[in-house]
């Protein structure tokens, strides 16, 4: 599994993930989040709190929509910040 979709799952089990320094700090019902969930993100520790940078807004559409470029949907026709300066997102239909 990877750590977005354990992140993703555990957002949908209400449960709350923060990093905290070097640290992951988990809220929640302690049945919440399974122990496998548990494991892939002390895997995964360097990845997570780059994943946490995303808005709830994103995480929130990714569990609406099922799929992980959804996290990108509240984005889209507004300016963004990206490695090599701001931009615009904006949908480009199928080809």
Known sequence: MSPATALSE???RGVIVRAEGNA???IGSRD???PELIDTLQAHNVAVPEL???PPASW???ARY???HARLY???GRKVRTPAGRAGCFR???T
């Open 10 to 12: 555990l957002h949908r």
């Open 24 to 26: 992951i700090r988990v």
């Open 32 to 34: 919440a989040p399974s």
């Open 52 to 54: 946490l940078a995303w």
């Open 60 to 62: 929130e559409a990714e």
């Open 66 to 68: 099922g799929v992980p």
């Open 74 to 76: 509240p984005f889209l």
């Open 92 to 94: 480009c239909p199928p």
